[in-house]
T-cell receptor, first 115, second 113 residues
Framework: NAGVTQTPKFQVLKTGQSMTLQCAQD?????MYWYRQDPGMGLRLIYY???????DKGEVPNGYNVSRLNKREFSLRLESAAPSQTSVYFC??????????????FGSGTRLTVV | TQLLEQSPQFLSIQEGENLTVYCNSS?????LQWYRQEPGEGPVLLVT?????EVKKLKRLTFQFGDARKDSSLHITAAQPGDTGLYLC?????????????FGQGTELSVKP
């Protein structure tokens, strides 16, 4: 019962480098989300996927791309990292819309530093 | 754009004291959730409130959803050091856009022995 698994846990990038953050869930959830967390700003939605095969922009999508590879996996890609993308990134999943009562299950996060 | 404003942003109290955290918006939400986050971990769901005026209790924690479903509060009675953490409120839009939640900025609670 792993829940939501994120890799890597820590990463340091140089400005301009690219990388992909991986996320997988084993709860058969339809919806998956990527958030970033910065001090004093709570969690801000980057992209989300309401179901396999669909993705939509959230509040702060610029500089990011996503892929919903299958029902289990939802990856986040930074094509050309910038210092402003230094943050803690969280992946989350939830059951169908009608069951939002049960909330999101979050991964343990990826701490990314761009120098 | 729907926003959730949490207050206070930081709270440092002594063990045994009571406290209240507020979550306010000018928008109506179909439901509101409270999460608790510990350092190095993701947020964990504490409670979901759905009905205006609803009150839920979880041991020493009491959660209330405003009558108009625009605000919520979290009250902790006799706080303990184990309550230390970041508390986040999150609202689900009445339009339920893909089930995405809108999060408040968080309240950093520190309970000293």
């Amino acid at each position: 019962n792993a829940g939501v698994t994120q890799t890597p846990k820590f990463q340091v990038l140089k400005t301009g480098q690219s990388m992909t953050l991986q996320c997988a869930q084993d709860m058969n959830h339809n919806s998956m989300y990527w958030y970033r967390q910065d001090p004093g700003m709570g969690l801000r939605l980057i992209y989300y996927s309401a179901s396999e095969g669909t993705t939509d922009k959230g509040e702060v999508p610029n500089g990011y791309n996503v892929s919903r590879l299958n029902k289990r996996e939802f990856s986040l890609r930074l094509e050309s990292a910038a210092p402003s993308q230094t943050s803690v990134y969280f992946c989350a999943s939830s059951a169908d819309r009608g069951r939002i009562y049960y909330g999101y299950t979050f991964g343990s996060g990826t701490r990314l530093t761009v120098v | 754009t729907q926003l959730l404003e949490q207050s206070p942003q930081f709270l440092s109290i002594q063990e045994g004291e009571n406290l209240t955290v507020y979550c306010n918006s000018s928008s109506v939400f179909s439901s509101l959730q409270w999460y608790r986050q510990e350092p190095g971990e993701g947020p964990v769901l504490l409670v979901t409130v759905v009905t205006g005026g609803e009150v839920k209790k979880l041991k020493r924690l009491t959660f209330q959803f405003g009558d108009a479903r625009k605000d919520s509060s979290l009250h902790i009675t006799a706080a303990q050091p184990g309550d230390t953490g970041l508390y986040l409120c999150a609202g689900l839009s009445i339009y339920n856009q893909g089930g995405k939640l809108i999060f408040g900025q968080g309240t950093e609670l520190s309970v000293k022995p």
